[in-house]
């Protein structure tokens, strides 16, 4: 049993609805999902379109082989290769720019890391504060002394 975090109402159960706010009570006991990187996200679209590319080129190529070119051979047969030409070379497009954007986000993390590096050195050598000057003291103001003075008197009254 749980307490829901907006009314604090007892007795609810997790993965369900607060009975009297209606708030989603998530199970913090279970793991939340990691998210994946941007890396992982590039990864997964190569080797999705590289079988993309590989499936639509292959059975056009099977298409044109074992129906193709025969008289009784319907049209549907030769849309159906021209459209997963098509689908494949729309494809290998995309699998081209995804190579290109895998280079310029290794290209980009390099130069960060770079960047870091060198803003971590830069600080670590200069000062983050200059040292206190103690010799331009300020008087305390005058609503301080006030302040201070209506405490006084009022211990005094008391």
Excluded at 2 to 12: H, I, R
Excluded at 88 to 95: D, E, I, K
Aim: proline share 6%.
């Amino acid at each position: 049993m749980m307490f829901c975090p907006n009314c604090g109402k007892s007795g609810q159960t997790p993965e369900t609805y607060c009975r009297q706010c209606g708030t989603f009570l998530p199970d913090l006991s279970k793991p939340a999902k990691k998210e994946q990187t941007p890396e992982e996200h590039i990864k997964v679209n190569t080797v999705l379109s590289l079988m993309t590319v590989i499936t639509c080129f292959t059975l056009a190529v099977l298409l044109y082989a074992l129906l193709g070119f025969r008289p009784e051979t319907p049209v549907i047969v030769y849309a159906t290769a021209g459209l997963l030409i098509a689908m494949g070379a729309w494809h290998v497009q995309s699998f081209i720019r995804i190579r290109k954007l895998k280079k310029q986000w290794a290209f980009r993390n390099r130069n960060t890391s770079e960047d870091e590096a060198r803003a971590i050195d830069t600080t670590a050598a200069a000062p983050m504060l200059e040292p206190a000057n103690f010799q331009n003291n300020v008087p305390i103001s005058v609503t301080e002394q006030t302040t201070r003075n209506l405490s006084e008197s009022k211990i005094r009254s008391s």
